[in-house]
């Protein structure tokens, strides 16, 4: 069966200093693989998508995401947080590599302070 | 172009009681989905229609829950009776069709927030 583990459930930065969320996955095949966010009151939102394509996937407001299969880790990176990046963050995997029966982690709350 | 649709808002019931929450997709979607987000956890899929059609509902507790799809078009997701646990946010989300018959990317809703006392 197909899983994801959020390795952090908070993380707390200084605004303008590096993001780290880590995603570890478990997958019998090659998997797709997603970054949601989720801002307080708000809908769900891609971030971006990995589907065996390059292993370096860019996705909207400066974050990316790698690939790695020998870890299992699809960990979501940005090099500078803003304020605006405040939100509760979801990696998702998908068994049937659409955008059917999507399997979300557990979420990650990233607080950025000034 | 108007978003995903969803009320109400919010919602307190007590156990025992039935609820139904109401969703509008964005215009054009065949695909609508349900998740239920329990507090501190990701959001589970429910149930999935193509048009009027249920695609997938192995995750619907169907002593409980049950949804329609009238249309293809709006849905109603119902729970009768509720129980304490299901209080959760529950989202609704929907996509188009894209490329060689794929569903895109989703485009959720603002969710329904429940508490069951």
């Known amino acids: 069966a197909q899983s994801v583990t959020q390795l952090d459930s908070h993380v707390s930065v200084s605004e303008g200093t590096p993001v780290l969320l880590r995603c570890n996955y478990s997958s019998s095949y090659s998997p797709s693989l997603f970054w949601y966010v989720q801002h307080p009151n708000k809908g769900l939102q891609l971030l971006l998508k990995?589907?065996?394509?390059?292993?370096l996937v860019k996705g909207i407001n400066g974050f990316e995401a790698e690939f790695k299969k020998s870890e299992t880790s699809f960990h979501l990176t940005k090099p500078s947080a803003h304020m605006s990046d405040a939100a509760e963050y979801f990696c998702v995997v998908s068994p049937s590599g659409g955008y059917n029966k999507l399997i979300f982690g557990a979420g990650t709350r990233l607080a950025v302070h000034p | 172009e108007a978003g995903v649709a969803q009320s109400p808002r919010y919602k307190i019931i007590e156990k025992r009681q039935s609820v139904a929450f109401w969703c509008n997709p964005i215009?054009?979607?065949?695909?609508l989905y349900w998740y239920q987000q329990i507090l501190g956890q990701g959001p589970k899929l429910l149930i999935q229609f193509q048009n009027n059609g249920v695609v997938d509902d192995s995750q619907l507790p169907k002593d409980r829950f049950s949804a329609e799809r009238l249309k293809g078009v709006d849905s109603t997701l119902k729970i009768q009776p509720a129980k304490l646990e299901d209080s959760a946010v529950y989202l609704c989300?929907?996509?188009?069709?894209?490329?060689?018959?794929?569903?895109?990317?989703?485009?959720f809703g603002n969710g329904t927030r429940l508490t069951v006392t």
């Open positions: 990995y589907t065996s394509a390059a292993t």
């Open positions: 989300a929907s996509s188009p069709i894209g490329n060689r018959g794929r569903n895109s990317p989703l485009h």
């Open positions: 215009s054009g979607h065949a695909t």
